[in-house]
């Protein structure tokens, strides 16, 4: 009995002789020289007061070096959350399974939900398909940029970079840009070198012509045929000068002067020109900065096409709130329309669906409002026909 009590006793005293060994080692780095704790006869130094003090002491500083590191990760959380934030554009981090794990503000007032009510969900619940297929491409090949239009018309450039790990990709990053302005302004300025294009062609021509025609108009008159035939070659040959001094007009450069308008009584001035239709004026009509006389050609053009298809009555309706910086304007009629494979061709110089029509009215149109800085376009339409209009807003 005595003899197993003391061998408890010593096996006990040997562990905590070992423990107190061993602290050295645990307080400090390795390979620390053990003389600054151990005397040469092996004598113990350090009192148990004082390893539990070093304890406490490396204990704090651990702790400090722990508070030090959350608060360097929450400042870092805080300044890339701010950063994601400012994007003026939509960015959405998913994962492998095309889930949502983060959005910016900018996406939550595109997409119209908050972060909170997306996370987790599908990324097909707020994008449209073929954005899902740019998404599933680039995870297959890499980073993708592609330009695309929704069913809304409006044109997006879309980034999309896979995030890679030891087993494949483990997310993607989604950039969504709306450039459909920027499309806008680059068909406008296809257009305008177009018809610069064209202008010039018109304008050699019309000269060879009007040379040619002036020849032939001076040697009839001194010619001593009979008159009846004389008579009607002048008139064709005078007919043909009048179109070609019009194919000069149109290729002439215009000069847009800049002044304040009102839109809507500009409008209204040109409509009381017009008897026997009736006229719908509807939507609020903003002050702008343009040339009125111009835009009053285009307003008469629009009006005289839509009394020549036929119509009765012609709706005009704007669609502006304000603050808005561009006015969108409908003219409505209810004529014969104009044949759906003539649609991509109206605006054509030379191009008209009347016979013995000049098909420059239309034109004409195109590049006054193009020299304002907006858009006209056919909107498809079962009955009738719809040219809509886009002006940007200077009040």
């Given at each position: ?15 905590l ?40 002491m ?19 959380r ?8 400012s ?25 119209g ?11 097909s ?30 044109w ?65 008159k ?9 008579e ?29 308008i ?13 008897s ?22 285009v ?10 298809a ?12 304000r ?73």
């Amino acid at each position: 009995m005595n003899k197993t009590i003391s061998g408890i006793a010593i096996t006990s005293f040997s562990l905590l002789a070992i423990f107190i060994i061993s602290i050295p080692f645990l307080l400090f780095p390795k390979g620390r020289k053990t003389k600054e704790l151990f005397n040469f006869e092996g004598n113990v130094l350090l009192t148990l007061g004082e390893m539990i003090s070093k304890l406490r002491m490396r204990e704090e500083e651990l702790a400090r070096e722990r508070k030090d590191e959350r608060e360097k990760a929450e400042e870092l959380r805080i300044i890339s959350h701010v950063i994601l934030n400012s994007l003026p554009f939509p960015i959405l981090l998913l994962s492998s399974d095309k889930r949502i794990l983060n959005m910016n503000r900018s996406s939550e007032e595109f997409f119209g939900r908050s972060f909170s009510s997306s996370l987790f969900l599908s990324a097909s619940s707020i994008l449209p398909s073929n954005f899902i297929e740019i998404i599933e491409d680039a995870e297959k090949k890499g980073f993708r940029e592609e330009r695309t239009i929704n069913e809304d018309g409006k044109w997006f450039q879309i980034q999309v970079i896979p995030i890679k790990g030891e087993k494949g990709v483990i997310g993607t990053i989604f950039m969504l840009n709306d450039i459909t302005e920027r499309k806008r302004e680059e068909e406008i300025l296809k257009e305008k070198e177009k018809m610069a294009s064209l202008g010039e062609m018109a304008s050699y021509l019309a000269h060879e012509i009007k040379n040619s025609v002036g020849v032939a108009i001076g040697y009839l008159k001194l010619s001593g045929e009979k008159e009846i035939f004389r008579e009607k070659v002048l008139k064709e040959l005078n007919t043909i000068t009048s179109n070609v001094e019009r194919f000069l007009d149109f290729a002439k450069p215009l000069v847009v002067k800049r002044e304040r308008i009102d839109l809507k009584e500009s409008i209204s001035e040109v409509a009381e020109s017009f008897s026997g239709i009736e006229f719908l004026l509807e939507g609020e009509f903003p002050q702008s900065m343009g040339d009125k006389d111009l835009l009053k050609i285009v307003f008469i053009n629009l009006i005289k096409n839509s009394i020549e298809a036929g119509c009765s009555k012609i709706e005009i309706r704007s669609y502006w709130k304000r603050g808005e910086k561009k006015i969108v304007i409908d003219f409505k009629d209810d004529g014969r329309g104009i044949p759906e494979d003539k649609i991509d061709k109206v605006f054509l110089p030379f191009f008209s669906t009347k016979e013995g029509g000049a098909g420059l009215g239309l034109s004409l149109s195109k590049k006054i409002i193009l020299h304002h800085g907006g858009n006209i376009k056919i909107i498809p339409s079962k009955t009738g026909s719809t040219i809509r209009i886009e002006l940007p807003v200077e009040t």
